[in-house]
């Protein structure tokens, strides 16, 4: 656990090694269970820790001793000078300052005077946490974390702004990949967030940018759209400034050299990261999106994924459906901690999992709603980050019994971070944000004809194609899933038999093993009798 990693470390030629420090390179979640073979994920290699090299010495000068300039001391241990970096309040300035410091990996010494005169990460009204770290060459060990602490310019304070990027991909290039409920997720939330942050910070000073395939085509969430909307805020944003990204859609881990985690842009046509030209035109890793937040300068930064895993297209993915990859906690991880983010993070294992749902829509995305409506508001007003993201974290799991397949989510949350409010909600305020109420889940039908016992009219295969395109309609009725023993589905069976030209029927409708509606009903053909059918749902 992250309590326990500070609790212990190794000796290596007299130093003391955190796990901290090596944390980039011999991370694994999941080791445990890997280890006794329960999970199927691989453990990546790395090298025996024996053969690695040590950190360079590091020393620091405070900069209102050295003309407003950090001053960085390091010196070759044995393991040469490799990055460099710094992050200023908790966000990662670069991921490296070497440059133009004349430095080789094998100096004996190497000496960096960085300037933080008005750098854009520093608050001006309060004591600013700047912390330096530096890698050996080949970047497997770090040095131990310093920090040394300025105070910021007296100004005026203001009231914070809100910038959001917020992006949600129904539509895909083709249709395997596309999802009913991942668009109406971003608006839902994008108009909930509007409502709460202009409230309580001004209408002036809440800035969201909705990118959704239910727009007109230059508001899709297309890559070049998303960076785009980050880059408009660059110039904008102050060190006191929120900046909260949501994500929904597909998302899929790629292992091997290129191993992150990517959330795939409405121009995806499948999800095969092995694909370079897909990989780099229509999918953004975390990493990509780790520099796109660094050059925002918002201190207070929030980011939320509701994105299913893609199962049926990464075929690592296709024995897990209870709890996210190493991959992808390893990415959220990194993150975090190259940029101070709070994280939420509530994907489930395949598109089957996550488009069908009782309520409409996406299960982190309602649950999140359903605590903004006043479940989760903090004096019964304030919506507090870490009180919204912890409900939903405890909402989902309870919402997913009846669905199964969706795992609890993730948080994480960066060392020093201090939860932020983000909205206010009046009474009034909470009544407009609407949930639908729970859908009727129906499953595959079953028919027999009396004399020759099987379906020799194919009536099952009529009724549940037209249960699955009513439950493909916008604002559909019903749920129709593909599987037979959905938990608190309803079954329709039926009877039939045939004379005269006339069909006569027997139908039930069975849910939890109890029959809940039972019918005659007498048809010219089956295709009638399929439409009687369907007007007796409930």
Not at 87 to 99: A, H, M, P, T
Not at 235 to 264: C, E, P, Q, R, W
Not at 369 to 381: H, P, Q, S, T, V
Request: aromatic share 8%.
């Amino acid at each position: 656990t992250p309590e326990a990693m500070n609790l212990l470390h190794y000796v290596k030629e007299g130093e003391l090694i955190n796990l901290e420090q090596i944390k980039e390179s011999y991370y694994e979640p999941k080791l445990f269970s890997k280890l006794l073979e329960l999970n199927s994920e691989p453990i990546r290699t790395s090298d025996n820790l024996a053969n690695v090299k040590l950190h360079p010495k590091l020393s620091l000068k405070h900069p209102l001793k050295n003309d407003g300039k950090l001053g960085i001391n390091l010196g070759n241990n044995g393991g040469g000078i490799g990055r460099v970096i710094i992050l200023i309040n908790g966000k990662e300035v670069s991921s490296d300052v070497r440059s133009g410091a004349n430095s080789t990996p094998d100096a004996s010494s190497l000496e960096i005077d960085y300037d933080i005169t008005d750098h854009p990460f520093l608050y001006n009204d309060r004591v600013n946490k700047i912390t330096i770290k530096a890698y050996n060459t080949d970047g497997t060990l770090s040095t131990d974390e310093k920090s040394l602490y300025v105070f910021g310019e007296e100004k005026s304070l203001e009231a914070p702004n809100l910038y959001a990027v917020i992006a949600g991909s129904s539509d895909y290039d083709g249709e395997s990949l596309d999802l009913k409920f991942a668009a109406k997720d971003a608006t839902d939330l994008a108009n909930a967030l509007q409502l709460s942050a202009a409230k309580y910070l001004g209408t002036e000073k809440t800035n969201i940018t909705l990118l959704t395939t239910d727009q007109e085509e230059s508001k899709w969430p297309t890559k070049a759209n998303i960076r785009k909307a980050f880059e408009n805020y660059q110039t904008k944003a102050k060190a006191n400034d929120i900046l909260l990204v949501y994500l929904s859609g597909h998302g899929v881990n790629h292992a091997g050299d290129m191993s992150d985690f990517y959330y795939l842009t409405c121009t995806a046509g499948s999800g095969d990261m092995n694909n370079t030209v897909l990989r780099e035109e229509a999918a953004i890793s975390s990493s990509e999106f780790t520099e796109y937040i660094k050059a925002v300068p918002a201190l207070k930064q929030i980011l939320i994924i509701d994105a299913c895993h893609s199962g049926r297209l990464a075929s690592s993915l296709a024995s897990s459906r209870s709890a996210m990859s190493s991959t992808q906690i390893r990415a959220l991880e990194r993150m975090k901690d190259r940029t101070g983010l709070f994280v939420l993070a509530g994907s489930a294992a395949d598109a089957v999992s996550y488009e069908t749902t009782l309520y409409g829509q996406g299960l982190l995305t309602y649950s999140l709603l359903f605590g903004m409506k006043g479940a989760a508001l903090r004096d019964n007003e304030f919506i507090d980050v870490l009180d919204l993201f912890q409900f939903a974290a405890n909402k989902v799991p309870e919402l997913a019994e009846e669905i199964g397949g969706i795992q609890k989510p993730e948080i994480r949350v960066p060392e020093d971070g201090k939860s932020v409010d983000i909205g206010r909600l009046s009474p009034a305020d909470r009544d407009a944000i609407i949930l639908a109420a729970p859908k009727p889940v129906y499953v595959h039908s079953r028919f027999q004809d009396e004399s020759a016992i099987f379906d020799r009219l194919d009536l099952s295969e009529l009724v549940d194609q037209q249960l699955l395109e009513l439950s493909k309609q916008d604002d559909a009725p019903i749920a129709f899933v593909d599987d037979k023993s959905f938990s608190g589905a309803t079954l329709i069976n039926g009877r039939y038999s045939e004379s005269n030209g006339l069909i006569k029927a027997t139908i039930t409708f069975v849910k939890n093993g109890v029959i809940s509606k039972k019918v005659e009903l007498e048809a010219v053909n089956s295709a009638v009798l399929s439409e009687a059918i369907l007007n007796e749902l409930e």
